[in-house]
């Protein structure tokens, strides 16, 4: 992990936040790479889960909402943790992250353990007297349940139907830790699917299904995840059934996503508080109905943590040392770095004109600094896919090198068709 962190740092994936004045608990900045990174992986989330399909649409609702909200979803009341306090060194722990009566820093005396509301408050309004107490939101599913009519009556959809969003949740964790895994601000990637109370164990499992193979074409290995079951005594609130997605960590065994049965406790809780109807009314069986729904709820910042350690790969070659991110292609930040073999004898020309023309169709990087097996090394250790290189055969015949990340094989490519090989083979969507 501590590798991780530092290649993240100091190549620019991820740094923490504030960082000139010391730094902010709980929240990340995305550098260069990273948000290129995160951007492909919400890209191919989107592209699988919404675009290419004929059953979901997309929202996209503030952050903060009526105040209301979250007394009908039940976070006022039930988004709790159960905090205690050392009486030594003062720190605050989850009592379920602990083990034993003692504090774990220091072995001090622990508090009575008490409940401590995990909702990050503001205040919205200009003048004091009028100015209102309310929440950043602490997951994106509850706009998708207070707009299910608008959404309803202004697009054509019929259950069984999803309504899919990416956005900006916060928490305001007690411990947070591991890095992006567990932070204050984070983004989730959710979808709430609308069926029938008969058909939602089948949507459940096919749900699991389609989970499942998304993580696998985003490339994290098989070998690394598993499924974990709630049991009863411990399911949220809202929930009929979960099962989440567990990853591997460097830090042992969490949560990718969750994956719940919430029946139809959110559209009756909403309908309830506001006084409006959030039933569905089936034109071709002429009945109406509350939908029961099942919800795949993943957040971004985890998985990108989850790609960066399953990328993540040390080898020996010649005796040297060799860092290699091995990124899905689709993902990869930069998809190809075109480097001239030598500046000199009108290469970089060649190479400066090939990358300006690459770039308006994929990420791209040029660097002439430096021999070039450094130059591939750099790349690997940022996992760019592709490494092409003008050199003095460019000049005769016009092809260029193209070198492969995990194989380090090369082959020769004429140059008028680079960008097709590329593009072939980095796109989230199918490209003909
Ligand atoms: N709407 C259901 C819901 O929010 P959740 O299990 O609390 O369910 C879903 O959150 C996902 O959001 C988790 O699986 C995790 O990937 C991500 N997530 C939750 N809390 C997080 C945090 N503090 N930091 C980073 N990601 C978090």
């Not at 501590?2 to 995305?30: A, M, P, T």
């Not at 699988?48 to 979803?73: C, E, K, N, Y």
């Not at 999803?162 to 900006?168: N, S, V």
């Not at 060649?350 to 990420?363: G, H, N, P, Y």
């Amino acid at each position: 992990m501590e590798k991780l962190v530092s290649l993240c740092k100091r190549k620019g994936f991820i740094f923490q936040s504030s960082g000139i004045y010391g730094g902010i608990n709980g929240c990340w900045d995305f550098g260069p790479l990273g948000v290129e990174l995160k951007r492909n992986l919400k890209e191919h989330w989107w592209y699988t889960f919404v675009l290419s399909r004929d059953d979901m649409v997309g929202l996209d609702a503030s952050i903060i909402m009526h105040p209301q909200v979250w007394v009908a979803s039940g976070h006022v009341d039930e988004f709790h943790d159960i905090l205690v306090d050392c009486k030594e060194c003062k720190k605050r722990f989850r009592q379920d992250h602990i083990e034993g009566d003692r504090c774990p820093e220091c072995g001090g005396e622990l508090s009575e353990p008490r409940a401590f509301n995990s909702m990050l408050r503001t205040r919205m309004g200009v003048s004091e007297d009028t100015a209102v107490e309310t929440y950043l939101r602490p997951e994106t599913c509850q706009s998708i349940f207070v707009d299910f009519k608008e959404v309803c009556s202004s697009y054509r959809v019929k259950i069984p139907f999803g309504i899919a969003q990416i956005g900006k949740s916060f928490r305001n964790e007690v411990n947070p830790r591991n890095f992006i895994f567990r932070s204050r601000e984070f983004e989730q990637m959710e979808i709430e699917f609308f069926c029938r109370e008969e058909e939602a164990a089948a949507w459940f499992d096919r749900w699991r299904q389609e989970i499942w193979n998304w993580y696998r074409d985003i490339g994290l290995r098989e070998e690394n995840m598993r499924w974990y079951e709630h049991p009863k005594e411990t399911l949220a609130h809202y929930s009929r059934r979960t099962v989440d997605v567990e990853y591997e960590f460097p830090f042992g065994w969490g949560e990718l996503q969750g994956l719940a049965n919430r029946g139809v406790y959110d559209l009756s809780q909403h309908s309830r508080h506001s006084g409006k109807d959030l039933s569905f009314f089936d034109v071709e069986k002429n009945e109406r109905y509350v939908p029961t729904v099942i919800e795949p709820s993943a957040g971004a910042d985890r998985t990108v943590l989850a790609i960066l350690c399953d990328a993540y790969h040390e080898e020996t070659v010649k005796d040297e040392l060799r860092v290699v991110m091995r990124f899905a292609p689709k993902l990869a930040p930069i998809k190809a770095a075109v480097l001239p073999l030598v500046k000199k004898d009108g290469l970089a020309e060649i190479a400066v004109d090939l990358e300006k023309r690459l770039r308006r169709k994929f990420t791209t990087y040029y660097d002439h600094a430096g021999a070039i097996g450094r130059r591939y090394r750099r790349q690997d250790e940022i996992g760019t896919p592709f490494c092409i290189c003008v050199d003095h055969q460019t000049k005769e015949d016009e092809t260029v090198t193209v070198r492969h990340r995990d194989s380090m094989e090369q082959e020769r490519v004429a140059m008028a068709e680079v960008d097709a090989y590329v593009l072939k083979r980095v796109s989230i969507r199918d490209v003909c």
